[in-house]
């Protein structure tokens, strides 16, 4: 059984999804923040490959990727944040999120070995649909990481069915149409896509996108298998005084969330 | 091997060999599909082409004329050089072409608000006079640096009624633009058309916006024959994007006399840092929903192009350049922005013409090639652009104070 389908299982309650970029703002905070991501509550980490143009992502992450690549941010050093993490963290699901290109520079079939073997367990690559999975999809599969589908309000019957085709792990509801960060969700009409989901597939189905707040979270842990929190979480960095008070204030953000 | 046509692409998946493809964001796939089956009805469809037409005549002034420059000619001393005028259209670039077929397909899908990009802001342009013709609000993404370097063009666009946003992440220039259409695009999938300005983007755009640039080159078939009585030798366009090119070069593409040279943009060098040369320069890569050549370091990040041309200022290329590119059917050659700044002047001094930097381009490798070739080879330059937004950067280049 995978890291995350395990803890999906023994999970009795919503899982707490957290997204840092890996290197904001420099290699050795971002790693001294996910390690203590679990610690804090999180049940599955999310870890962002920066990327200079992050079409799909709002102002705070975008600002996140671009202090990682300042600070010497780049795959190797984003694969070997993963290996550090594995040496006290056996447990933990780590999830990488990021864009196609910085993938296929270092090589899809090496990336996917080096991921898994650095102790990646799932790929969320946004500007790779269904129609374009090829470029991944074997090579991911050959080395045991799960392929995470993004599900949107615009995903009809017919898309779901071609999307969970290649899905495994859990599904990703985007609960807006927008980038991350920015509008928040009606609880409401994301309860019927879900059940519309659900309906479908046996695989977990977790929302992002908007969510900021313990209440936030309480709402659509309701409603879901888990909770993305992203650029609530991201914010932290963009005000750091120093590495300690950042630490601290994650976790206790996150104590709250969870 | 070779393929039985170069004209035959894209696959049914939107791929030229490996480029192209659809490398978009989930929220806006439904989207592209919708766009790609509207497309492929309306392409099919003589009263969608029955209205593309009477406007390409009477609104934008097609066809453009087919201009023997006789002076250009005697100066050089080689080829016989024809300019194809697209710079007399309306809005003074042929990047009205495309405007006008993708506002009758926005119209077609039924929606009511269009977005853009724009780098020189000639795509702006042609995007807001179009929104005006069909009273459509529209908002252009422009960078900010962009926006610095092509003031008279963004107030045509205020004029218009459009709106204009300033994208200052990155460089503020025309990569930085995409971004921020996409971006806006995810959070208006419903509404909203994007309206992209050139052979870029996921499928079906570079074959869509190829197909309505086409008219150039279609065009340039029926004068040259009518002029000269066969084809020409050779065909010299500019490259960003690469619409202008793509739209001289596509109905030429099964015609192997006819040889095919893309000009890009070679900044201070394509052996320094400061350069456009996606081909020449780059490697292949996926950025903005396609994959194709792209400027890019080891780890896969987009680095900045550099032109003075502001339209030409793009790390990356269509996908069907880049196959072309990679089947050798064209070929890509760069020249330097001081090359370019030359070519702008000699143009504008022999035939009274002023180019746009663009263009200029594509005027300083004819400087270089038409001397080397017979008298009566026939070389024919897309003069795509016209220079008037470009006098403010040129002035400064050459240290007089407007």
């Avoid at chain 2, 894209?10 to 978009?24: A, K, L, S």
């Avoid at chain 2, 009624?161 to 995810?186: H, I, P």
């Avoid at chain 2, 005027?363 to 016209?386: E, Q």
Wanted: aromatic letters at 6%.
């Amino acid at each position: 059984m995978s890291r995350i389908e395990r803890t999906f299982k023994s999970l009795k309650r919503p899982a707490l999804i957290t997204f840092i970029t890996a290197g904001d703002p420099d290699y050795e905070t971002s790693l001294a923040a996910l390690k203590i991501l679990p610690g804090a509550g999180a049940d599955i980490v999310e870890l962002g490959m920066p990327f200079t143009d992050p079409a799909a992502d709002g102002p705070v992450i975008q600002r996140a990727g671009q202090r990682a690549l300042a600070a010497g941010g780049c795959m190797k050093q984003t694969l070997s944040m993963v290996r550090e993490f594995r040496k006290d963290n056996g447990e933990t699901p780590l999830v990488l999120m990021g864009y196609a290109n910085p993938v296929l520079a270092y090589g899809p079939e090496r990336f996917c070995q080096d991921a898994a073997e650095s102790g990646v367990d799932g790929l969320i690559i946004v500007d790779l649909p269904p129609e374009e999975a090829d470029l991944l999809a074997a090579y991911a599969k050959a080395a045991g990481l799960d392929i995470i589908r993004l599900v949107t309000p615009v995903t009809d019957e017919a898309r779901l069915e071609k999307i969970l085709e290649g899905a495994s792990g859990f599904l990703y509801y985007v609960s807006i149409t927008g980038v991350t960060g920015t509008a928040q969700a009606d609880p409401a009409a994301l309860k019927a896509h879900i059940e519309r989901i659900r309906a479908r597939t046996d695989l977990p189905v977790v929302v992002g996108f908007g969510i900021r707040t313990p209440q936030d979270v309480a709402a659509m842990g309701e409603i879901a298998d888990g909770v993305v929190v992203g650029s609530a979480i991201v914010e932290n960095f963009e005000t750091m005084k120093d590495r300690e008070s950042v630490l601290a204030a994650i976790r206790d953000q996150i104590a709250a969330l969870a | 091997m070779k393929p039985n046509s170069f004209r035959s692409g894209p696959d049914e998946r939107g791929h030229f060999g490996p480029y192209g493809g659809r490398y978009v964001a989930e929220t806006l796939m439904p989207l592209i599909l919708s766009v790609e089956e509207a497309w492929e009805t309306a392409k099919n469809d003589s009263s969608f082409w029955a209205q593309f037409d009477e406007l390409a005549r009477d609104y934008i002034g097609r066809p453009s004329p087919l201009y023997f420059a006789k002076e250009t000619t005697k100066h050089l001393g080689g080829a016989k050089v024809y300019f194809k005028r697209d710079e007399l259209n309306h809005t003074g670039a042929h990047k009205i072409n495309h405007c006008l077929g993708q506002i009758l397909l926005a119209l077609r899908m039924g929606k009511t608000r269009i977005i853009a990009e724009t780098g020189a802001g000639q795509h702006g342009v042609a995007t807001a006079t179009v929104c005006a013709l069909f009273k459509i609000p529209c908002t252009i993404f422009m960078g900010a640096t962009d926006i610095e370097r092509q003031k008279p063009n963004v107030f045509r666009m205020k004029l218009l009624g459009a709106e204009v946003r300033a994208v200052t992440s990155g460089a503020g220039t025309l990569k930085d633009a995409m971004n921020e259409a996409l971006r806006d695009w995810v959070a208006n999938v419903r509404d909203t058309y994007y309206l992209i300005g050139t052979v870029a983007g996921p499928h079906p755009y570079p074959a869509m916006v190829r197909d309505f640039q086409s008219v150039i080159g279609k065009e340039l078939r029926e004068q040259m024959t009518a002029r000269e009585g066969r084809l020409p030798d050779t065909l010299v366009a500019c490259i960003g994007g690469g619409s202008n090119a793509m739209g001289l070069f596509h109905p030429f593409l099964d015609d192997p006399g006819v040889n095919l040279i893309g000009v890009e943009a070679g900044g201070h060098g394509v052996d320094t840092d400061q350069h456009a040369a996606s081909l020449s320069g780059g490697k292949p890569g996926i950025l903005h929903g396609m994959q194709s050549y792209f400027l890019q370091d080891e780890d896969g990040q987009i680095q900045e192009a550099h032109s003075i041309s502001a339209g030409l200022d793009y790390p990356g290329i269509g996908p069907e350049h880049a196959w072309l590119f990679d089947q050798k059917r064209v070929e890509y050659v760069s020249v330097t922005d001081d090359e370019a700044l030359e070519a702008f002047q000699l143009c504008t001094r022999l035939e009274g013409i002023i180019p746009a930097l663009e263009p200029s381009h594509a005027f300083a490798h004819v400087m270089k090639h038409a001397p080397t070739l017979s008298a009566d080879h026939i070389l024919v330059m897309n003069l795509c652009g016209r220079g008037d937004k470009d006098i403010f950067t040129v002035a400064e280049k050459l240290g007089v104070t407007l």
